[in-house]
């Protein structure tokens, strides 16, 4: 796909829905009793799985459009799988469903692509088999034999939400109370939603508390628009000039809003409007202005508040004045790619002075980011961040198998042409 700069980016539009919400929304309400409504479904590639998986045991599930329709049959309702349960690139459905699925009466397997092939399953192997689950593999396939689970007491070693909820969804089918404790603050989608859901789950500071559950009901949820998939327009109107963008209905969940919080560091004019509430959800209206942009250092607690963005908020930081040093981003190793290699392979590849670290990059800004042919790793945030740094860059660009942006959001290109007038 070829992209050239563009002069200004105007418009009004409303992002998918929210791809960590979408997932959770589909597994907790094939474990509640009664038909769980989602409206603003991601209808994307990750999510479909999440959808095929669940079907292949036994739940039905309608979709029309962005509306998707769960008929939960309860906690124990799930049959054993006749097929491999295949996620895809999803690393969300894997671990979560290694969760449920170590608890049930039935043996299954779960395998994806050979991007989930490579990516490390040890993490939530360990914790499941303190608690008693039979996990073959600490990489996909993994063979899971169901068996009962008791309670444990858990210090995460990384801030992940797909690890802390995979061993939550676990806890709720164990005989005792489960207690995870946080190294910082990750998404919290599943407790959240589980709470209103009727699971006894209490949150602390960074503890978790979790006891046995025996129901849960069906809820309608409305799923935000995801700002994972929004900080692509918020840098975009931040750095090609003379733009705004208004964008609607975006969440901002606050174990979610690092990337907000950074781009209004770094000088990013950003109004926020109409804040409400989609269920349990908080979000707002935003819309971005173009702005001259300055360096900050990105660490310690905001890094799980953001991961999914940090490439996203490199190319921002190509185009700020100063030097940006982004620390602590190790879990970017272990995502649909290396994406810290990624990421300072290609905005090298543009211009860019960037330097890698042990757990994060050095970026000095301001320095002319030119045109160039991108990889995208199979990567959806690597396709939609470079295609951002081809809009504000001199000359033009070209995009390596852009229908990876299919797993999170597959109009993104039709949306972004949209905006180019």
Do not use: W
């Not at 791809?19 to 589909?26: C, L, N």
């Not at 990489?139 to 444990?152: D, E, S, T, V």
């Not at 950074?262 to 409007?273: C, R, Y």
């Not at 959806?380 to 504000?392: F, G, K, N, P, T």
Request: include cysteine; glycine fraction near 6%; hydrophobic fraction near 40%.
């Amino acid at each position: 796909m070829i992209i050239k700069p563009s002069s200004r980016l105007r418009g009004e539009i409303v992002v998918p829905g929210d791809k960590s919400i979408s997932h959770r929304a589909v597994m907790l309400g094939a474990l509640a009793n009664g038909k769980t409504s989602i409206t603003g479904f991601l209808n994307g590639a990750d999510c479909l799985s999440t959808i095929d998986c669940f079907a292949k045991m036994g739940i039905c599930i309608d979709i029309n459009d962005t509306t998707v329709t769960v008929n939960g049959k309860g906690m124990h309702s799930l049959s054993a799988p006749s097929k491999t349960l295949y996620t895809g690139n999803s690393g969300t459905t894997t671990r979560l469903l290694a969760g449920i699925l170590s608890a049930q009466e039935f043996d299954s397997v779960i395998d994806g692509d050979f991007s989930i092939r490579k990516r490390p399953m040890k993490r939530i192997r360990e914790p499941l088999s303190l608690m008693g689950a039979d996990i073959s593999s600490d990489f996909c396939p993994l063979y899971i034999k169901g068996r009962k689970l008791h309670g444990i007491s858990y210090t995460l070693p990384v801030a992940s939400a797909q690890l802390k909820s995979s061993i939550i969804l676990a806890a709720m089918y164990a005989d005792s109370e489960t207690t995870i404790i946080q190294p910082q603050q990750s998404r919290n989608h599943t407790e959240l939603m589980l709470s209103h859901m009727g699971a006894n789950i209490t949150t602390s500071n960074n503890t978790i508390t979790i006891l046995p559950t025996e129901n849960l009901h069906a809820q309608d949820i409305t799923v935000p628009a995801d700002i994972s998939s929004a900080a692509f327009f918020m840098v975009a109107a931040s750095i090609v000039p003379n733009s705004q963008i208004t964008l609607l209905n975006v969440g901002i969940n606050e174990t979610r809003s690092g990337i907000l919080d950074i781009l209004l560091q770094m000088g990013a004019d950003i109004k926020l409007e109409n804040e409400r509430y989609f269920g349990f959800e908080k979000v707002c209206d935003m819309t971005i202005s173009s702005a001259p942009l300055h360096a900050c250092t990105i660490e310690g607690d905001i890094i799980g508040r953001l991961i999914d963005e940090i490439p996203i908020i490199a190319v921002a930081a190509a185009f700020a004045s100063g030097t940006t040093i982004i620390k602590d981003a190790t879990e970017l190793k272990v995502k649909e790619s290396n994406r810290l290699d990624a990421v300072v392979c290609e905005l090298k590849r543009a211009g860019v002075d960037i330097t890698a670290t042990d757990d994060g990059m050095i970026i000095n800004g301001k320095n002319e980011v030119r045109g160039a042919d991108f990889l995208t790793y199979n990567d959806h945030r690597m396709a939609m961040s470079m295609a951002v740094l081809a809009l504000a860059a001199k000359g033009e660009s070209t995009i390596e198998n852009p229908h990876v942006v299919d797993i999170s959001f597959p109009n993104f290109f039709e949306v972004l042409s949209s905006l180019d007038k």
